[in-house]
């Protein structure tokens, strides 16, 4: 059974770092890809970068220069993590596995993480 | 960036009614275009992909269709459990969401 679970700090303060950690179970992270998508009250959702099958990146320009996706395989865990944050960053976090269909595209979402940039 | 322009951004339909979601693109995306339903509860799940291709386990009531910039989600007689949100999402880096249309009972 294929399941994704994003966990974060819930409150960060504006400038701070954000970290949140999606936990996979039921397939390998070595044959798929990984994306990261938010959905904020000003934008909707955005999707943010993806981690392919082989470790390397790709991010939206528009988070490039404070966002950083990394994995561990043997912990079947993704991470990110984006710094100077700011309050319009609050909005819920999503992982979700891409299937590798030939195109970008997400078969299985975790239930969110949902992060207040307040201070 | 490729812009994708949903419509309506919201509906409001009977039971077993059939309803169609828009979404256009602002250049020729070539079919890679995917629709999700997104819960009250935040659950995501893809619908279709590829324009017109059922995801596994999707109902065969809903089906996608189009072509160059125009796209459209088709529910063939509308269910209780398909009230949600619907986003349609173009697949060439970087991905690009609609804004989405929330689906209620009438």
């Known amino acids: 059974q294929v399941q994704l679970k994003e966990t974060g700090p819930g409150l960060v303060q504006p400038t701070q770092t954000l970290s949140i950690t999606c936990t996979v179970s039921?397939?390998?992270?070595?044959?798929?890809?990984m994306q990261w998508v938010r959905q904020t009250p000003g934008k909707g959702l955005e999707w943010m970068g993806f981690?392919?099958?082989?470790?390397?990146?790709e991010y939206n320009s528009e988070f490039k220069s404070r966002l950083s996706i990394s994995r561990d395989t043997s912990k079947n865990q993704v991470f990110l993590k984006m710094n100077s944050l700011k309050t319009e960053d609050t909005g819920v976090y999503y992982c979700a596995r891409d299937p590798n269909y030939g195109s970008y595209v997400m078969d299985a979402w975790g239930q969110g993480a949902s992060v207040t940039v307040s201070s | 960036d490729i812009k994708m322009t949903q419509s309506p951004s919201s509906l409001s339909a009977s039971l077993g009614e059939r309803v169609t979601i828009s979404c256009r693109a602002s250049e020729n995306i070539n079919n890679i275009l995917a629709w999700y339903q997104k819960k009250e509860d935040g659950s995501v799940k893809l619908l279709i992909y590829?324009?017109?291709n059922l995801q596994s386990g999707v109902p065969s009531r809903f089906s996608g269709s189009g072509s160059g910039k125009d796209y459209s989600l088709t529910i063939s007689g509308l269910e209780s459990e398909d009230i949600a949100t619907y986003y349609c999402?173009?697949?060439?880096?970087?991905?690009?969401f609609g804004s989405g249309t929330k689906l209620e009972i009438k």
């Open positions: 590829y324009t017109s």
């Open positions: 981690i392919r099958s082989g470790g390397s990146t």
């Open positions: 999402q173009q697949g060439y880096t970087p991905l690009t």
């Open positions: 039921g397939f390998s992270l070595t044959s798929y890809y």
